[in-house]
């Protein structure tokens, strides 16, 4: 991070919610908040959704941001405290996360691309289970998996829809992926799989015109997709930051804990 530590540049964005919409006009009027486009820093007031969007939203500017609470999770956030937030800021801990790259395949043959910062989910879209194959780095690992579906992890999204699933909790830093079934129907009994965050994923339809399958990367859903590949883009960074006494690393570790 290279400005100054106790003068960065501030920018703010807030979800629609009350709370947050007035946190962002209390930070207005204490802090001289700048455009993101000009800022050091990017505080994002809401809960893990509105920090997802601001990541997706804010990419391409590289700006490292810095969450605080004002919905109902807020998992990926820091508490709320207005007061001394330059100095929270400037000695905060900064945590590089990857997102995986989605690339699915249409019947038609074209392909779309998106980016998934917590996971990628492929999950039935009719009445019908979906019916898939699964092949990890060109081996096949599952002829035929039947459920809702499977969603693969990031450590920092292990946490939100994978953990619902039943799926592992992650720590960082472990450079693993999860690999989750969601209500799964034949292999039974199977819990899913940690993989390599190397590893290429390939999710196909084996029944695509009876049982259609979506295909979700964070918030970008697509329909009636036949294939799916993901892979961690490494090529692209999101800087995080934390209070020092509010570490992710040790909420997801004492997630793993809780009854």
């Known amino acids: 991070m290279s400005w100054e530590a106790s003068k960065p540049r501030l920018a703010c964005v807030a979800s629609s919610a009350p709370a947050a919409r007035a946190a962002q006009v209390d930070l207005a009027a204490r802090y001289d908040l700048v455009d993101p486009r000009d800022c050091d820093v990017i505080v994002a007031l809401g809960g893990d959704g509105l920090l997802l969007h601001t990541i997706h939203e804010h990419l391409q500017l590289g700006r490292p941001i810095f969450g605080m609470n004002r919905g109902t999770v807020g998992f990926l956030t820091n508490h709320y405290r207005p007061d001394g937030l330059l100095e929270r800021v400037g ?3 900064p945590i590089t996360i990857h997102p995986l790259r989605m690339a699915a395949t249409h019947p038609d043959g074209h392909r779309s691309h998106a980016l998934a910062f917590n996971e990628v989910a492929v999950t039935r879209l009719s009445a019908h289970s979906a019916n898939l194959r699964l092949s990890i780095d060109g081996v096949e690992r599952m002829a035929r998996f039947m459920g809702d579906g499977l969603i693969v992890a990031t450590p920092a999204g292990s946490t939100a829809y994978n953990l619902s699933a039943h799926g592992p909790i992650i720590p960082l830093g472990s450079n693993l992926l999860a690999v989750t079934p969601v209500s799964p129907f034949r292999p039974r009994r199977w819990k899913g799989a940690l993989v390599p965050h190397t590893a290429e994923i390939v999710v196909e339809n084996l029944d695509p015109d009876k049982r259609p399958l979506a295909a979700t990367a964070d918030f ?16 692209t960074t999101v800087h995080l930051l934390f209070d020092a006494d509010h570490s992710l690393e040790e909420r997801i570790i004492a997630e793993q804990f809780l009854s």
């Open 220 to 235: 970008d859903e697509l329909f009636h997709v036949v294939s799916v590949t993901v892979r961690e883009d490494a090529a």
């Open 91 to 93: 000695a905060a801990t």
